[in-house]
């Protein structure tokens, strides 16, 4: 790079000649660690650990893990060395130079810092301060002092790119040419950009319950993320990636998010959905569970129908029902002793007061089939104690009898052949009886009743349900099968009944929040005994209205108890104002508790376009004309959002007679850019750099509090270009003076192709 290339600015020479020095550094350190390790700074290289390694081996292990992890944190900063740089002046000092990046760099020999952890204490300046009197909490207390410059700089391998000073170019204008990129196919960090807002939650005191309340496209997700790597940082002596867990809301959305934490340096946090953690939780006990979500079904359902549904929803997903399956259990529990108690033949073995002695009280801690097999034991020796009676019974008997026949008769052939009889049948006899207590013991689980947990889920429902419940449950369990609503419940049983480990997990991130019900996350705290969590969440995207939460305050006091610390986050970095603008009046139009309407970065854009199309044919050459325009002009990731699975599944079939798309459907493990049909149940999270609403009618979309959430999520998915394409009258959801005041702008299509 010669001086001319270098970004017009005064210092451009002075930090280019940093640059360089830093690159060396990392260049050294590298080729050290490479040595030592015998592995390359590009291997993604992973360690075993043998089950028989000894202490020392252990320590070595983790040595060489940490070497290796460091290596790879190097590797990546030999790329991009760092971002920024802040000078501070602390009071009563003089003037400190930290260059901040996503990994620190530090020399091995000396232990000097080159580059700062854009998660260390100091960077918080960076993040939430201006040029000016500022402080920051180190581990040894406040430091205060005064920034003296904040600057933002573009490196790439050893070229300096961009130079940006706070205060002399706008932080907002910086922040505008990083928002105004394309779109990749995973979600990506945004280390460089984040915000004070957002800085906020991610230094949150992990002891305290955190949740947040973000508007769509205000980075929920990725701050949650960045949350997790900077607690591991500020953690890092007591907090390994194994004990923390993030729960997503598909599997999709978690191949969307896959990249984020190996981006910012992180491996090995459990990423999972809740219908996940429960199968692993519960193995084979589980019953098959249905594949897809109520949304779906919701979609397709008229507002009666939905509103029956949603009470079902509700009940199963309220603690009062985790708190009505509790009960019967402990009344259920008694009912598995038989008022007869257990008898072995003429003997009694136990009594039914000995029994509930036994299985109510003694072994009261552990689970149900854990007590059956430990009843099995005793059983075993109560067992084998009646067998010897018996048996000893027979041998006093066949030895009196025997004795009276070697009285009785002269020793002779007749003598002989009845003793050798008579020791035949006492052998025989003592036979039978150990074939009687070995059938005994083999018969054993017929001393109990079925104990599976559609069975007892079944029993629980009958005995304390109402009918809508029942019926929305019962035919499905009669086949083995349950609903995902019911996953709460059959963990709660299988606590009971099979015994569930409690994780080792120390943090949970809960994302999409607002789907998750009181139930599923008081669960979660039961599981996680004393672990913290982060939940992010928009209630105006609350599609899962019946399953989830109408407000915050249904978990704070009665699942945190008053502790939990509820953050906001007002501002949409995903959306241009315009597209904003349009989707903050559809949600106006039904407002949730406690929504706050979404502050867009001040980043324009095209205006949203709506296309009236006569017939499907000229629907359909629209959606082709529009995805095609959108693809020749660079963009790289388009959206055609359907209301409903079939919907999508039709215009995926037309469509691909034109162009190159690919269909995402309920299940999918995987997201690729490109061009994409979807329904609108896989939409929320995701975002596009183009999204067309396919059908956007009165018919499809009328005026409805759960619908105008929907369409609130889809329309918020773009970053640069959003389209509404309608047959028949527009939905009443879009204020009708959009046109005129010029949230839209309007084209009728009379023909195919016109």
Known sequence: M?????????????????????????????DKLEKETGVGAEENRQVAVPQDATTDELVALDIFRMKLDILRQLGKASHQAYFARLDFIPTGGT???????????????????????????????YYSGQIGPMSYAAPD????????LKRMLTVHDRELLGLFDSGVVSQDAYLQSVLGQVSSDKLREIVTTIQAEQNLVIRHPMQTPLIVQGVAGSGKTTIALHRIAWLLYAHRKNLRPEQLMILA?????????????????VERVMQTTFPGLCRTLLGKYLPKTAAVTRLE????????????????????????????????????????????????????????EELKSIFLRQLAPFPIRTRMDEMKKYLRRRLKIATEQMKAQLQKLAQNRLDELLRRLPDGPESRQRVTKLLESRDARLKEVDDRAAAYLKAYPALWPDVSLTTVYAQYLT????????????????????????????????????????????????????????????????????????LVGDLMQGVHEEEGIHSFSEWLDPIFHGEAEVKQLVTSYRNTMEIMTLASQVAARHPVEGQLTAKPVLRHGETP?????????????????????????????????????????????????LLPVRLLAEGDASYTGGLL????????????????????????????????????VLLTRPLHHLALIHTGALTPLIPSDALTNGLLTQETLCAAGS
């Open 2 to 30: 010669t001086t001319a290339s270098l970004p017009d600015h005064p210092e451009s020479a002075a930090e280019y000649a940093h640059l360089q020095a830093t690159c060396d550094v990392i260049a050294a350190e590298i």
């Open 95 to 125: 003037k400190e130079t930290h260059y901040l990046g996503r990994w620190g760099v530090m020399t091995s020999s000396g232990l000097d810092t080159v580059v700062v952890d854009w998660r260390s204490p100091v960077a918080n300046l």
């Open 141 to 148: 207390g406040t430091v205060e002092g005064e920034m003296t």
């Open 249 to 265: 809301p598909n599997p999709l959305f978690l191949d969307y998010i896959s990249q984020v934490l190996p981006d910012l340096g």
């Open 297 to 352: 079904d919701k979609l397709n359902a008229s507002t009666e129908a939905r509103a029956a549904v949603g009470a079902v929803l509700r009940r199963k997903g309220s603690l009062a029902y985790k708190a009505s399956i509790e009960t019967f259990l402990q009344a259920w529990q008694e009912e598995l002793i038989p008022r007869e108690g257990w008898a072995f033949g003429n003997v009694l073995l136990f009594s039914q």
């Open 463 to 534: 005995r304390c349900e109402g009918e809508a419940v029942q019926a929305a449950t019962l035919p499905g369990l009669a086949k083995g099968q349950a609903q995902l609503e019911d996953l709460p419940a059959l963990v709660t049983l299988g606590k009971f009944i099979c015994g569930i480990k409690q994780l080792p997990i120390r943090h949970v991130v809960v994302d999409e929040c607002q789907d998750f019900s009181p139930y599923q996350v008081q669960l979660l705290r039961e599981l996680t005994a004393n672990a913290s969590f982060t």
């Open 609 to 657: 376009h709506v296309y009236a199309c006569r017939d499907e044919k000229t629907r359909i050459a629209r959606l082709a004309d529009l995805a095609q325009g959108w693809q020749e002009a660079g963009y790289h990731t388009i959206a055609i959002i359907e209301k409903t699975k079939q919907q999508a599944e039709k215009t995926y079939r037309a469509l691909k007679k």
């Open 677 to 712: 049909v979807l329904p609108a149940a896989l939409a929320k999270g995701l975002e596009f750099d183009c999204v067309i609403v396919g059908e956007c009618s009165a018919e499809n979309f009328p005026d409805d509090a759960f619908l105008s959430r929907v369409l609130y």
